[in-house]
């Protein structure tokens, strides 16, 4: 079924051709940030982080600031939260081209809500580094951060990365690094805090199979063997959030390479020219993993048991006058504000970012 009715919905402006990979932050006076990056194509050395903002009460989003200026790294992924001693801080990737496996993390602060900003840092040193969603901040103030590694593979693109958990207790001027074993090929972790102090964390999956599941009883320093849910993954970013009534809502890509299996074992979105450099073999021959599947239509799922089971699952954004050109409608962000409204961001078409609005009544009909 598909949500029938958005609140509103909005497109952010934007500087360049290509955009992806947003994420949201709501501040405490209301304005609402979006992070994501732009520019000509993925991988390529002018993309750079975008930010916009949309004021409480307004209904646009203001044109766009570039918060990066690295002009030989394509710098990706950006993430918005407050630190544990009151910043803003800015998170984001910078590679070498399409190779993630020399990616580093870097960094920037703002004591201003994001008006004005710090000097740009590393974060993270070691090549291969990558983040794509916001940690979670314990009541005693730990930072728990999920990242993963890159990681070349002999058959296949980053079938081999594996996720990990950043912890700092000092805002983040040092880390301890717990590897979440039995993790290979999940990344992007999507984390959550559940009932009695879990944290839930979410998997997209390398092999497009499902979206898996662990848990840490332990501040994250030790988590289950990850499972498969019952909800698909297609090698593509998921997001999880708690609601304000305790419930886990997800936005997902609901489809696999079971049910949509690609023409070719390529991410579409780079030039074919940087993909020949990674040594990417061309057809379907099994490999560590999946690329190249549809990443539309866009769902959303609720769950009461912290992640176990799923129910009110619904479209949010479909194309069902699919072409040759698949469309895609990627890498969403979810939060839920005071007054209960939810927000969510996400790719469209790889041309813009796209804001929608709804309530949880409109999943739960």
Known sequence: MNIQAFKSEADIPTMYPHNHASNLHLLENGDLLCVWFGGSREGKPDISIMCSRKKKGDQEWSSPTVLS????????????????????????????????????????????????????KTLFEE?????????????????????????????????????????????????????????KG????????????????????RKSDNIYRTVSEDEGKSWSVPKPTELMNNNSSIQATKLN???LAIIFNDTNAETAPPAENRPPWFEKSDMDTVGLEKGLVKHESIW??????????????????????KNVYIREDVSEEKPEFSYPAILQDNNGEIHLTFTFLRQYIKHIVITEDSIKK
């Open 127 to 183: 090549p291969g580094t990558f983040v794509r969603h916001k940690p979670v901040i314990l009541d005693n103030k730990t930072i728990v951060f999920p990242a993963y590694y890159c990681m070349r593979s002999s058959t296949g693109f980053l079938g081999n990365d594996y996720s990990v958990i950043k912890t700092s207790t000092d805002h983040g001027k040092t880390w301890n690094e717990y590897e979440i074993e039995h993790s």
């Open 245 to 247: 009534n305790g419930d």
């Open 292 to 313: 190249g599947v549809e990443r539309n239509p866009l769902s959303i799922a609720i769950s009461d048991n912290d992640g176990q089971t799923w129910k009110n699952k």
């Open 186 to 205: 999940l990344v992007h972790m999507s984390l959550v805090q559940g009932a009695n102090d879990k944290l839930i964390g979410f998997f997209r999956s």
């Open 69 to 120: 200026e690295d002009t030989e790294r394509s710098e990706q992924n950006p993430i918005l939260f407050e630190n544990t001693n009151g910043e803003l801080m800015l998170v984001y990737t910078a590679q070498i081209g399409v190779h993630q496996d020399t990616s580093i993390v870097r960094y920037r602060t703002s004591q201003d809500d994001g008006h004005t900003w710090s000097d740009i």
